[in-house]
């Protein structure tokens, strides 16, 4: 899995920062936040830096531990407002509700199955204090992806020992289940070492199948973006106009049905 090589994740992702900009805008004024696939912090150390008490859960033992020590470097009192759990989304294992529950980066695409979707909602609704907000995004689904294309980087050098790579991503769609594979192959130029493998599975989820889903779990939408504009509670429930510029993706922002 990809999770399981965090350097690698971390210099994929280096350069997004407008999901951390609007997760941490509507993080103001909140004083608990349940991040779900809280990854390596990219997000959670900046809810913290908002105030908030942040409970990170992550499957991954890889990523927590990164998260872990990059927890280490904080402030005593910022770092004594981190919880950091091994924890999945379908099986929550905290019991306090919150005032914002976060599942950003596409995390939801993770929860594959209907019956591991039903718990990941029920669970999530469970959890949102009665004025609550739950946000995530999602990715659109890519035509020419589901197809099986394929893309390769130019030369980048390898996170763990500096070593001159390129990075090729493989995909494979289960059109039945949803389910996007993707491999992703970290080959070192010629003489530098053998190549990497990592694979990842994640459910495609489309727009209008996503508010039934929202609206059989209880979950009121609020706010749908394709660009990362700042959720108002007074201000238009949708909001589609020019897209980001990260990749086609959806933003939601949920409270109590």
């Not at 130019?154 to 594979?181: I, M, S, W």
Request: aromatic share 10%.
């Amino acid at each position: 899995m990809l999770y399981d090589a965090p350097g690698l994740y971390d210099m994929l992702f280096s350069e997004r920062f407008q999901d951390v900009a609007w997760y941490r805008g509507l993080a103001q004024g909140a004083a608990s936040v349940l991040e779900l696939g809280a990854g390596t912090g990219r997000i959670t150390l900046p809810l913290l830096d908002a105030g908030c008490a942040v409970t990170a859960l992550e499957p991954s033992a890889a990523m927590r531990a990164l998260l872990e020590a990059r927890a280490q470097g904080l402030d005593a009192a910022v770092r004594a407002r981190l919880t950091v759990l091994e924890g999945r989304a379908e099986a929550l294992n905290v019991e306090a509700q919150f005032d914002r529950v976060f599942f950003a980066f596409n995390g939801l695409a993770h929860v594959i199955d209907r019956e591991a979707l039903r718990r990941a909602f029920a669970g999530i609704r469970a959890r949102l204090k009665p004025e609550g907000l739950f946000a995530f995004d999602l990715w659109l689904p890519d035509p020419d992806i589901l197809r099986g294309a394929e893309t390769e980087s130019a030369r980048l050098r390898h996170p763990h020992d500096g070593r001159p790579c390129t990075l090729r991503e493989r995909f494979r769609y289960e059109a039945l289940r949803q389910v996007l594979y993707t491999e992703v192959t970290v080959a070192p130029v010629e003489g530098f070492g053998a190549p990497e493998r990592y694979t990842l599975e994640q459910r495609m989820f489309y727009p209008e199948e996503t508010l039934t889903l929202l609206e059989q779990a209880g979950l009121s939408l609020k706010f749908r973006s394709n660009r990362w504009s700042p959720f108002r509670p007074d201000g238009p429930r949708f909001d589609e106009g020019r897209p980001d510029l990260e990749g086609a993706m959806l933003a939601y922002v949920c409270g109590l049905a």
